[in-house]
């Protein structure tokens, strides 16, 4: 099986343009989806900061109708005080309007409380609506860079796949079954340069014999991991 050493260089050279255009290709893609799986995360994060913010809200309202229900029962308590006809009622009533008072006091406290959390809440919204506005922005950008340069790199892989096909045609046809095989098997990484006296993909060294028929344009497969292999340039 007579073949260049030339010839398997711009084999591997093909193969390896190839498989990083075709890598470039599937990348945008990614790259997009990758992007828009992160604006819907930070679209959750959104909707979560937003039910936290009206749960906070929700619940200074509670309290301060708590609170004013409070204020409206001690009203009425002072109402009856004045009314009393026994000092055990009044002093009954003196208690219960004691107690509740001590309630609204602890009530003030838990509302200034919930109305800092809704603050905070507020704030929170507000940074996830800014995080959200930028991720969206990136994602529509890296879109058009994707879109932008698809029709280029599918242009690139047409004609290198053009060249690819080019070269193979000048293989001799008891190599080209080998090839082929090994094409399938391994990819871009089918052929290697030889380093020194080693195999350039797998480093095993080579047996004289070998190197004598790479010399001879004779084509050899490294007995390790199978690949063609070819004299640098």
Do not use: W
């Not at 749960?55 to 409206?72: C, I, N, W």
């Amino acid at each position: 099986m007579s073949v260049t050493a030339a010839l398997l260089r711009d084999l591997h050279r093909c193969h390896r343009q190839l498989a990083d255009l075709r890598e470039r290709h599937e990348r945008g893609p990614k790259q997009i989806r990758a992007h828009e799986a992160n604006v819907k995360r930070l679209e959750d994060e959104l909707a979560k900061v937003k039910a936290e913010s009206l749960a906070a809200r929700k619940s200074v309202d509670t309290k301060q109708l708590t609170l004013r229900s409070k204020e409206d029962k001690i009203a009425s308590l002072n109402v009856k005080l004045s009314g009393c006809s026994t000092n055990r009622e009044y002093q009954a009533l003196l208690e219960q309007i004691s107690a509740d008072k001590v309630a609204m006091s602890v009530l003030e406290d838990e509302i200034l409380d919930a109305l800092g959390k809704v603050d905070d809440s507020q704030a929170h919204v507000a940074k996830a609506q800014e995080h959200l506005g930028k991720g969206k922005e990136e994602a529509v950008k890296v879109r058009a860079s994707v879109d932008s340069q698809r029709s280029f790199i599918e242009a690139d892989i047409a004609r290198v796949d053009a060249e690819l096909k080019a070269f193979e045609v000048d293989l001799p046809a008891d190599f080209r079954d080998g090839y082929d095989r090994v094409v399938r098997s391994k990819g871009d990484d089918a052929l290697a340069e030889v380093e020194g006296d080693c195999c350039g993909g797998c480093y095993q060294q080579l047996t004289p014999n070998m190197l004598s028929h790479l010399k001879s344009a004779v084509a050899v497969a490294c007995k390790s991991c199978g690949r063609m292999l070819y004299f640098p340039e």
